[in-house]
C-alpha cells in the first residue's frame, strides 16, 4: 500500500542511489568535473535533512495517527526524558500525553 510515508520513504532512496551515482560518476571517471560529485553531495544533505525532519517528535507522532486511523492516540510519556505538556503542545490535533 502506498502511504504518502512510504512514497517519501522510497523518495528518500531514489535520492541516495541518485546521489551515490553521481559521486561515483564523478570520482571514477577520468574526465569528469568536480559538478557531478557536488551535485551529489547536496543531494545527499538535503535527502539527511529530510530524514531528521521527518523523524522529529511532531512528525512521528503524525505518522502514528495516520496509519492507525484513529481520531484520538494517548501516549505514555515518562516525565523524566521529557514532559508530557511539551508533547501535547508539539503534537498534531488528536493526540495527546498523559
Same mark, same amino acid.
Do not use: C, H
Given at each position: 500500500?502506498?502511504?504518502?510515508?512510504?512514497?517519501?520513504?522510497?523518495?528518500?532512496?531514489?535520492?541516495?542511489?541518485? *546521489?551515490?551515482?553521481? @559521486?561515483?560518476?564523478?570520482? =571514477?571517471?577520468?574526465?569528469?568535473?568536480? !559538478?557531478? %560529485? #557536488?551535485?551529489?553531495?547536496?543531494?545527499?544533505?538535503?535527502?539527511?535533512?529530510?530524514?531528521?525532519?521527518?523523524?522529529?517528535?511532531?512528525?512521528?507522532?503524525?505518522?502514528?495517527? *495516520?496509519?492507525?486511523? @484513529?481520531?484520538?492516540?494517548? =501516549?505514555?510519556?515518562?516525565?523524566?526524558? !521529557?514532559? %508530557? #505538556?511539551?508533547?501535547?503542545?508539539?503534537?498534531?490535533?488528536?493526540?495527546?500525553?498523559?
Amino acid at each position: 500500500m502506498f502511504t504518502s510515508e512510504n512514497v517519501q520513504k522510497y523518495a528518500r532512496i531514489a535520492l541516495y542511489w541518485l *546521489a551515490g551515482a553521481l @559521486v561515483s560518476k564523478g570520482v =571514477i571517471q577520468q574526465n569528469a568535473t568536480w !559538478i557531478e %560529485p #557536488a551535485i551529489g553531495f547536496v543531494l545527499t544533505l538535503i535527502n539527511f535533512g529530510w530524514t531528521i525532519y521527518g523523524n522529529r517528535l511532531n512528525g512521528l507522532l503524525a505518522q502514528v495517527q *495516520a496509519k492507525d486511523g @484513529v481520531l484520538q492516540t494517548q =501516549i505514555l510519556v515518562d516525565p523524566s526524558k !521529557i514532559s %508530557p #505538556a511539551e508533547v501535547t503542545n508539539s503534537t498534531p490535533v488528536g493526540i495527546s500525553a498523559k
